[in-house]
């Protein structure tokens, strides 16, 4: 398996910012997409930003575009999620997901490991 953990989650005010982390574990040639998906309650898991293996290609919902960034730095194992002009919609459980191609995909059927999910809280 390839674990992942989540990490900088929590509670911000509507028009606030928030940065989320992702942890992985793969062996040190690994060649894999990543992405981002969140689901509030009572929807279905809906996809957020998507990242190829070496971070040169990015997909966003058109909902995020142009208010969150995905970034990753594969010699920390790491990949991150900067969210700006947040807003109550954006509340939901965000969770970090591996695909294992190199490619970007945008469906979450397509991603074969999944971190925990970490709480993003927006008030009003």
């Known amino acids: 398996q390839v674990r992942l953990v989540e990490s900088g989650g929590g509670l911000v005010q509507a028009g606030g910012s928030l940065r989320l982390s992702c942890a992985y574990s793969?062996?040190?040639?690994?060649?894999?997409?990543m992405g981002w998906f969140r689901q509030a309650p009572g929807k279905e898991r809906e996809t957020v930003a998507v990242?190829?293996?070496?971070?040169?290609?990015?997909y966003y919902a058109d909902l995020v575009k142009g208010r969150f960034t995905m970034s990753r730095d594969n010699a920390k194992q790491k990949v991150y999620l900067q969210m700006n002009s947040l807003n109550v919609d954006d509340t939901a459980v965000y969770y970090c997901?591996?695909?294992?191609?190199?490619?970007?995909?945008?469906?979450?059927?397509?991603?074969?490991?999944w971190g925990q999910g970490i709480q993003v809280t927006i008030s009003s």
């Open positions: 997901a591996c695909r294992l191609e190199p490619t970007i995909a945008t469906t979450w059927p397509k991603f074969d490991f």
């Open positions: 793969a062996d040190t040639f690994s060649r894999y997409a």
């Open positions: 990242i190829n293996w070496n971070g040169d290609s990015t």
